[in-house]
Nanobody
Framework: QVWLVESGGGLVQAGGSLRLSCAAS????????MGWFRQAPGKEREFVAA???????TYYDSVKGRFTISRDKAKNTVYLQMNSLKPEDTAVYYC?????????????????WGPGTQVTVSS
């Protein structure tokens, strides 16, 4: 079992930055693939970014060059640095863990999910 808890969300003006953190429990965290997803009101949950156990990453096209995913295995934490935020980035952001260790954009591949953290970007 892996428990995930997100933090770092909040209200920011367009063009601003936020860093989300996802703290994970469990001794096997370092072998998991980790992902960030988001869900805006009335929309489906969508992929944002993912990082493999070895550090390889992949991003949704609309966040490339603005968002950066990283992980600190010693702290059992994965981060999402979000720069140049836009109002359309407003959503609840979820952290997820995948046992196979890969960086995948398919939410069906993920085994564990956090409760989410709200990000609101004002124009």
């Amino acid at each position: 079992q892996v428990w995930l808890v997100e933090s770092g969300g909040g209200l920011v003006q367009a063009g601003g930055s936020l860093r989300l953190s996802c703290a994970a429990s469990g001794r096997t965290f370092s072998s998991y693939g980790m992902g960030w997803f988001r869900q805006a009101p009335g929309k489906e949950r969508e992929f944002v970014a993912a990082i493999s156990w070895s550090g390889g990453s992949t991003y949704y096209d609309s966040v490339k060059g603005r968002f950066t995913i990283s992980r600190d295995k010693a702290k059992n934490t994965v981060y999402l640095q979000m720069n140049s935020l836009k109002p359309e980035d407003t959503a609840v952001y979820y952290c997820a863990a995948e046992r196979g260790g890969i960086a995948t954009a398919d939410r069906r591949d993920y085994d564990y999910w956090g409760p989410g953290t709200q990000v609101t970007v004002s124009s």
